[in-house]
């Protein structure tokens, strides 16, 4: 199966900020990536698919790029209601599977 | 508004036999493919199980493949999970989840349930 490698595993920092998690695949995916927004207690939503798309209804401020094994996934000027955990997840051939999670707290 | 919700979450001991359903509400259901993904307390994601729109396929991760069997009945827009053989590693809350693309669609999830709690143990 594909491994994803996501890191950091955590963060901090402050409101405005510009936050960059990274996720790498152990084999090529091309653009096959979506990006997850998970907050405590809830379930997982979907903000970008296919890498570089946004999601309808998920604020401009979110975005993704890559392809192959190297992706990226920004929060342009970080707000407080965008504390959560975030996960990278790949398809290859009905192989699912999810980065580790990076989770992104207030500094 | 487009929903899932899950149940038939519970303590279960190891061995033993467990059902989810997933009943979905608000779109079109016999449309679109399923999964099951769980996440085990304080853990992160793993996709579970797939199954096409019609039912016609249906993919597993390996660490339930031969224990775990989707399912879907189009009349009752439901989906279930058969959990077989559990083991305290089987430990999770578990999502049904909406793939977001209508019939061919196996690749994302757009649309999660609340989640339903599974314990395994003795």
């Known amino acids: 199966d594909i491994q994803m490698t996501q890191s950091p595993s955590s963060l901090s920092a402050s409101v405005g900020d510009r936050v960059t998690i990274t996720c790498q695949a152990s084999?090529?995916?091309?653009?096959?990536l979506n990006w997850y927004q998970q907050k405590p207690g809830k379930a997982p939503k979907l903000l970008i698919y296919?890498?570089?798309n946004l999601e309808t209804g998920v604020p401009s401020r979110f975005s993704g790029s890559g392809s192959g094994t190297d992706f990226t996934f920004t929060i342009s000027s970080l707000q407080p209601e965008d504390i959560a955990t975030y996960y990278c997840?790949?398809?290859?051939?009905?192989?699912?599977?999810f980065g580790g999670g990076t989770k992104v707290e207030i500094k | 508004q487009v929903q899932l919700v899950e149940s038939g979450g519970g303590v279960v001991q190891p061995g033993g036999s467990l059902r989810l359903s997933c009943a979905a509400s608000?779109?079109?259901?016999?449309?679109?493919?399923m999964h099951w993904v769980r996440q085990a307390p304080g853990k992160g994601l793993e996709w579970v199980a797939f199954?096409?729109?019609?039912?016609?396929?249906?993919y597993y991760a390996d660490s339930v493949k031969g224990r775990f069997t989707i399912s879907r009945d189009n009349s009752k827009n439901t989906l279930y999970l058969q959990m077989n053989s559990l083991r305290a590693e089987d430990t999770a809350v578990y999502y049904c989840?909406?793939?977001?693309?209508?019939?061919?669609?196996?690749?994302?999830?757009?649309?999660w349930g609340q989640g339903t709690m599974v314990t395994v143990s003795s």
């Open positions: 296919d890498a570089s």
């Open positions: 997840q790949q398809y290859d051939n009905l192989r699912l599977t």
């Open positions: 989840a909406k793939d977001p693309t209508v019939t061919t669609g196996d690749d994302a999830f757009d649309i």
């Open positions: 608000g779109f079109t259901f016999s449309s679109y493919g």
């Open positions: 084999q090529d995916i091309s653009n096959y």
């Open positions: 199954i096409r729109y019609d039912g016609s396929n249906k």
